[in-house]
């Protein structure tokens, strides 16, 4: 069983950057690839980037792309979401997820594991 911890959430003005982290424990984690995923209110849970097992692959949703990077740890359990040139349309609340697989997936079905979430929220 996986436990994934985020942190870093929080207030931040458009224009500006914010990184947020998941920690992951209880399971050997160069097993998993790992991708984050938001949720708006009113809105289904998308996809934003993922990472594989080695970091060697990312994959990121297009509203994602050139803005933010995803990266890994695995020397300390960890994966990163650096966002930069934040928009109001980023707000969301921001889950870390685990996939047993090496690939970076971006589908929510293929992730077995899912923390409680961060909340970011982008002022105008």
């Known amino acids: 069983q996986v436990q994934l911890v985020e942190s870093g959430g929080g207030l931040v003005q458009a224009g500006g950057s914010l990184s947020i982290s998941c920690a992951a424990s209880g399971g050997i984690f160069t097993t998993y690839a790992m991708g984050w995923f938001r949720q708006a209110p009113g809105k289904e849970r998308e996809f934003v980037a993922a990472i594989s097992w080695n970091g060697g692959g990312t994959n990121y949703a297009d509203s994602a792309l050139g803005r933010f990077t995803i990266s890994r740890d695995n020397a300390n359990n960890m994966v990163y979401l650096q966002m930069n040139s934040l928009k109001p349309e980023d707000t969301a609340v921001y889950y870390c997820?685990?996939?047993?697989?090496?690939?970076?997936?971006?589908?929510?079905?293929?992730?077995?594991?899912w923390g409680q979430g961060t909340q970011v929220t982008v002022s105008s």
């Open positions: 997820a685990a996939a047993s697989r090496w690939e970076a997936p971006s589908h929510g079905f293929e992730y077995d594991y």
